[in-house]
T-cell receptor, first 111, second 114 residues
């Protein structure tokens, strides 16, 4: 059973069409939830850390939120340059200091 | 500042050959991670080091895989002998100890084993 599940697998948006990506987790003893962006042929790039339910973080057109069971990455008025794979990862007591990554959501924004 | 530097960027080899991947972490970072990424399994942690000491190698798939960190500025991941199922992108990442969720990844080494 997957501990970290991301949905949808792929998302196509028109430029300016806001939407959300989901990351649900079933781990116990969450220490932190992390969002990364990965461009083709590159390594993942850190975006946000969330530690507790109710916490929110923002960066440009992106806002990440956290509940006890899931996290959302909201993308407001996306631009083509926001096209990438977005990965979430959890750090939990049951895994020590390791990050467990989800499979990612491939986002394509068309102009 | 230079980021995490990995070499080679691409490696094509034949089954049975030895493969060595190299990583130079960001100066001042004292945690180093080796990940493998495939379409089927996503990003998987193979091994991580803290202060040059291997802390958790439970993700290393089998004895054919080995990793070393002889000093704070260099690490290697070796596969011997290589097999076609080892084909993947291998990433090295580093971080400040204690902030282990915020990782800085290299650009990866794409390995193809024929």
């Amino acid at each position: 059973e997957d501990q970290v599940t991301q949905s949808p697998e792929a998302l196509r948006l028109q430029e300016g069409e806001s939407s959300s990506l989901n990351c649900s987790y079933t781990v116990s003893g969450l220490r932190g939830l992390f969002w990364y962006r990965q461009d083709p042929g590159k390594g993942p790039e850190f975006l946000f850390t969330l530690y507790s339910a109710g916490e929110e973080k923002e960066k440009e057109r992106l806002k990440a939120t956290l509940t006890k069971k899931e996290s959302f990455l909201h993308i407001t008025a996306p631009k083509p340059e926001d096209s990438a794979t977005y990965l979430c990862a959890v750090q939990a007591m049951e895994y020590g200091n390791k990050l467990v990554f989800g499979a990612g959501t491939i986002l394509r924004v068309k102009s | 500042d230079a980021g995490v530097i990995q070499s080679p960027r691409h490696e094509v080899t034949e089954m049975g050959q030895e493969v060595t991947l190299r990583c130079k972490p960001i100066s001042g970072h004292n945690s180093l991670f080796w990940y493998r990424q495939t379409m089927m399994r996503g990003l998987e942690l193979l091994i991580y080091f803290n202060n040059n000491v291997p802390i958790d190698d439970s993700g290393m798939p089998e004895d054919r895989f080995s990793a070393k960190m002889p000093n704070a500025s260099f690490s290697t991941l070796k596969i011997q002998p290589s097999e076609p199922r080892d084909s993947a992108v291998y990433f090295c990442a580093s971080s400040f100890s204690g902030i282990t969720g915020e990782l800085f990844f290299g650009e990866g080494s794409r390995l193809t084993v024929l």
